[in-house]
């Protein structure tokens, strides 16, 4: 069964620091570009950053931009965010999500999601 | 960034209607497009890529149309398990952005 799940999440000061994981089975995860999508109330659904198979190719958010690195760990089928100097606004379910396609090179629709894991940012 | 817009926000209807999601791009995406179907707790799940493309194991009454800036999502003949909050998203450039949702409910 092809699969994705989260973890990492928990409730963190402004201005502290998170890294997400997300292990992946179920298919040759060295084949597929990944990405990371959140969800807040007030945000709604916002894609955060891409990664591509090889880690060759990274985007992000403007508004993760220098902030969040996306990383990946082919060996051990696992995708990461590290997310720093966290604000409120970063409050949000956090998702790990597969490209369609083997290789891609860009975002397209996103096709295998995780159940996600809970960032909070409060004092 | 390219602005999606869905319509209505809300939708009341019942089983066995045919319902209709429209999504409009503030510039043209193509044909980028896809459609997410997402349940109280559970992540979105795709159903729609390629504008058109119906993703593997999506029941054949969920259908997707359209190409440039105007786009629709139609369930024909609704079931129990439809209702829930429906999502485009345009992948044509950078950021991929979505809509706001469309919330099909129970009339």
């Known amino acids: 069964e092809v699969q994705l799940v989260e973890s990492g999440g928990g409730s963190v000061q402004p201005g502290g620091s998170l890294r997400l994981a997300c292990a992946a089975s179920g298919f040759i995860f060295s084949d597929f570009a990944m990405n990371w999508v959140r969800q807040s109330p007030d945000r709604g659904l916002e894609w955060v950053a891409f990664?591509?198979?090889?880690?060759?190719?990274?985007y992000y958010a403007d508004s993760v931009k220098g902030r969040f690195t996306v990383s990946r760990d082919n060996a051990n089928n696992s995708l990461y965010l590290q997310m720093g100097s966290l604000k409120d606004e970063d409050t949000a379910v956090y998702y790990c999500a597969r490209d369609p396609g083997q290789f891609g090179g860009y975002p397209d629709s996103l096709q295998i999601w995780g159940q996600g894991t809970m960032v909070t940012v409060s004092s | 960034d390219i602005q999606m817009t869905q319509s209505p926000s809300t939708l009341s209807a019942s089983v066995g209607d045919r319902v209709t999601i429209t999504c409009r791009a503030s510039q043209s995406v193509s044909t980028w497009l896809a459609w997410y179907q997402q349940k109280p707790g559970k992540a979105p799940k795709l159903l729609i890529y390629?504008?058109?493309g119906l993703e593997s194991g999506v029941p054949s009454r969920f259908s997707g149309r359209g190409s440039g800036t105007e786009f629709t999502l139609t369930i024909s003949g609704l079931q129990p398990d439809d209702f829930a909050t429906y999502y485009c998203q345009q992948c044509s450039s950078l950021p991929p952005t979505f809509g706001g949702g469309t919330k099909v409910e129970i009339k």
């Open positions: 390629k504008a058109s």
């Open positions: 990664i591509s198979s090889s880690s060759g190719t990274k």
